[in-house]
């Protein structure tokens, strides 16, 4: 079993700069991806930024040059630097690890005011 804890949502206006982080419990052995989706009031749930543990990497398109994600593997941590942000980025956001079934996480609330 995985457990996975966010940390770093909030409030913040827009241009600003927020990081998410996700801990994640149990062993990194088998973890094939993880990454960060968001769902926004009234709208389908859609992945964000995804990374393998290959190094590739994929990004929604309007995160691209926004948004980073990365990882701290000693730690069995994954981020998500999100900069230059919009009020369109307003979502819940979920953190997500795929080894063999998929985890998500509780999800943290992002506001970008205007």
């Known amino acids: 079993q995985v457990q996975l804890v966010e940390s770093g949502g909030g409030l913040v206006q827009a241009g600003g700069s927020l990081r998410l982080s996700c801990a994640a419990s149990?062993?990194?052995?088998?973890?094939?991806?993880m990454g960060w989706y968001r769902q926004a009031p009234g709208k389908q749930r859609e992945s964000v930024a995804l990374?393998?543990?290959?190094?590739?990497?994929n990004y929604a398109d309007s995160v691209k040059g926004r948004f980073t994600i990365s990882r701290d593997g000693a730690k069995n941590t994954v981020y998500l630097q999100m900069n230059s942000l919009k009020p369109e980025d307003t979502a819940v956001y979920y953190c997500?690890?795929?080894?063999?079934?998929?985890?998500w996480g509780q999800g943290t609330q992002v506001t970008v005011s205007s």
């Open positions: 997500y690890l795929r080894r063999g079934p998929d985890y």
């Open positions: 990374l393998t543990t290959l190094g590739t990497t």
């Open positions: 149990g062993s990194r052995i088998g973890i094939t991806i």
